[in-house]
């Protein structure tokens, strides 16, 4: 009683102790956590479930200015992905078959298999 509690962490640690301090909020009303350049693992269904406002007021993130770690949520890298795949199906299309050309290997296909952009043709 009267106690606050702390959770701290650093990268994959303060993603933990992010999660850990949403789940331990019940149990301790003064619990708050310190986030050190964490991984992006809260999505908006938690945050939904949560409430913005709880989530803003039990978790305190501290990223470095030019930390990439802690910016990578899952549509930046989809983005990432999509524009990639674009520019390659630019690079390696034939203007004259109106195909993809021979660089276009098995292996990358098989990479990009999820991917819209992905060669077909081949």
Same mark, same amino acid.
């Given at each position: 009683?009267?106690?606050a509690l702390r959770v701290v962490g650093q990268s994959l640690g303060a993603a933990v102790a992010s999660l850990l301090t949403l789940r331990l909020r019940r149990r301790f009303p003064h619990v708050h956590c310190f986030a050190y350049n964490p991984w992006p693992v809260v999505d908006e269904n &938690?945050? #939904?479930?949560?409430?913005?406002?709880t989530c803003k007021?039990?978790?305190t993130c501290v990223c470095y200015n030019e930390d990439v770690v802690s910016r990578l949520t899952f549509p930046?890298?989809?983005k990432i992905?999509?524009? &990639?795949? #674009?520019e390659m199906i630019k690079v390696q299309q034939d203007a004259w078959r109106g195909d993809c050309c021979r660089l276009c290997c098995?292996?990358?296909?098989?990479?990009?298999a999820s991917c819209n952009c992905a060669c077909q043709n081949l």
């Open positions: 009683e009267g106690w &938690v945050v #939904e479930r949560v409430g913005v406002n007021s039990l978790v930046a890298v989809m992905h999509d524009r &990639v795949c #674009e098995p292996d990358l296909r098989a990479l990009f």
